[in-house]
């Protein structure tokens, strides 16, 4: 059974920071492309970063490039986003997504196994 869950979001004030986790199983996690993603009250969901299965491709949405880091730890199962200076425009429901097929995508139609997500508010 796939499961992906995510942890580490909560409250924060503006230019302060998180780290987000996304825990897999129930598919091997190291050959599979993942992302993250975002949706705020309203709004469609989007992609905020994506990285390969070897971590040699990384995609950034322009939003957060410079402040965003992904990351992920294939003995452990787990890909991480790092958020720094975090603005109010950066609260959403953050969701962790896995892709079956080959090829880096930052579509929410190309991945295949989604987790429930973790809320990230940003405070002013």
């Known amino acids: 059974q796939v499961q992906l869950v995510e942890s580490g979001g909560g409250l924060v004030q503006a230019g302060g920071s998180l780290r987000l986790s996304c825990a897999a199983s129930?598919?091997?996690?190291?050959?599979?492309?993942m992302g993250w993603f975002r949706q705020a009250p309203g709004k469609e969901r989007d992609v905020v970063s994506a990285i390969s299965w070897s971590g040699d491709r990384i995609h950034y949405a322009d939003s957060v490039k410079g402040r965003f880091t992904i990351s992920r730890d294939n003995a452990k199962n787990t890909v991480y986003l790092q958020m720094n200076s975090l603005k109010p425009e950066d609260t959403a429901v953050y969701y962790c997504?896995?892709?079956?097929?080959?090829?880096?995508?930052?579509?929410?139609?190309?991945?295949?196994?989604w987790g429930r997500g973790t809320q990230v508010t940003v405070s002013s």
């Open positions: 129930g598919f091997t996690f190291s050959r599979r492309d």
């Open positions: 997504a896995g892709r079956v097929r080959v090829g880096l995508s930052i579509q929410e139609l190309q991945y295949d196994y």
